[in-house]
């Protein structure tokens, strides 16, 4: 869903415009500021920062911590894009994950080399809350791929491809080279995997 996002909104640098993404997907949202005295504390008394009702956001524009604002509206798109209904721990665990991926992917974070909670803020604006959770995150999703196909999903590489564009005049033509033995291969992926490793960690992996 994230990807078709990216896709449709021409996303290809960061931080996510958040604004521009809900306008180009046709979601109307509504400010606080914008309603009388006895609206807004309605508002308030459903959410402090944001909420969704019927397809429409409603969010409280006037907050000065712009970075949870922007992880707010985000949560209260995945619940439209997501097709949430009614209130769950689950929907909101949902929304909250799909609020983390679509402002920092975990593809993202590995190919701009994000080594700490610091260099995901500056690079995503999130908060520093969402920072910290968004690299344990990308620790498990780095782990799991070492462990299993040792290469990001499908739509993680169409992202990739989307974010990262190869060199436009092509790919150098690939010279056939002798099949490789089991042997050879497994030593490779060995030395990929902990030359990956000392990149990310800055120190000998052993």
């Not at 078709?4 to 949202?29: A, G, H, M, N, W």
């Not at 402002?103 to 920072?131: E, N, V, W």
Request: glycine share 2%; aromatic share 10%; with cysteine.
């Amino acid at each position: 869903t994230i990807l078709e996002i990216y896709q449709k909104c021409q996303v290809t640098d960061f931080p996510v415009d958040c604004y521009r993404s809900i306008e180009v997907l046709k979601i109307s949202f509504n400010l606080y500021s914008s309603e009388n005295e006895a609206r807004r504390r309605h508002y308030h008394l459903i959410s402090d920062d944001s909420f969704k009702f019927r397809g429409m956001i409603y969010y409280k524009d006037l907050s000065p911590h712009l970075l949870r604002r922007r992880f707010s509206l985000m949560h209260e798109l995945g619940h439209i894009m997501l097709n949430h209904t009614g209130n769950s721990q689950e929907n909101e665990d949902q929304a909250d994950l799909f609020s983390s991926y679509i402002l920092a992917p975990r593809i993202a974070i590995h190919k701009m080399g994000c080594q700490d909670a610091q260099q995901i803020h500056d690079t995503f604006q999130i908060s520093y809350q969402a920072a910290n959770r968004a690299l344990a995150d990308y620790y498990k999703w780095f782990r799991q791929i070492c462990n299993t196909t040792r290469k990001p999903t499908l739509p993680e590489q169409q992202m990739e491809q989307l974010l990262f564009p190869s060199d436009p005049s092509g790919p150098a033509p690939v010279k056939k080279q002798p099949k490789a033995t089991a042997k050879e291969i497994k030593r490779q992926e060995r030395t990929d995997f902990f030359n990956e490793m000392q990149h990310l960690h800055g120190a000998d992996p052993m």
